[in-house]
């Protein structure tokens, strides 16, 4: 499973995460910077588990339980949130 941006949602990175932007509402969300990790993973192409992986990568103090169930919990929030759709 792969994501992608919906077309029109924009994103931005910032020094400690990531903005988007959905331009039709004119909301907007902020990111911390391991949910960037995960989503620029996920915008990249990486399986959930991939995502979860470099995750730790980033943050080694995770455990793997952490990091996938941070990730899978991210996912969730931008699927609610309607910013994403399957690619």
Same mark, same amino acid.
């Given at each position: 499973?792969?994501?992608?941006?919906?077309?029109?949602?924009?994103?931005?990175?910032?020094?400690?995460?990531?903005?988007?932007?959905?331009?039709?509402?004119?909301r907007?969300?902020?990111?911390?910077g391991?949910?960037?990790?995960?989503?620029?993973?996920?915008?990249?192409? @990486?399986?959930?588990?991939?995502?979860?992986?470099?995750?730790?990568?980033?943050?080694?103090?995770?455990? @793997?339980?952490?990091?996938?169930?941070d990730?899978?919990?991210?996912?969730?929030?931008?699927?609610?949130?309607?910013?994403?759709?399957?690619?």
């Amino acid at each position: 499973m792969s994501l992608a941006l919906r077309h029109d949602v924009c994103a931005t990175d910032t020094e400690d995460g990531m903005v988007l932007l959905d331009e039709l509402t004119g909301r907007y969300w902020q990111l911390n910077g391991t949910a960037r990790t995960v989503l620029r993973a996920l915008l990249g192409g @990486a399986t959930p588990q991939d995502a979860a992986r470099r995750l730790l990568e980033a943050y080694p103090q995770l455990t @793997a339980e952490r990091a996938a169930g941070d990730t899978a919990a991210l996912i969730d929030s931008l699927r609610a949130a309607r910013l994403v759709v399957s690619a």
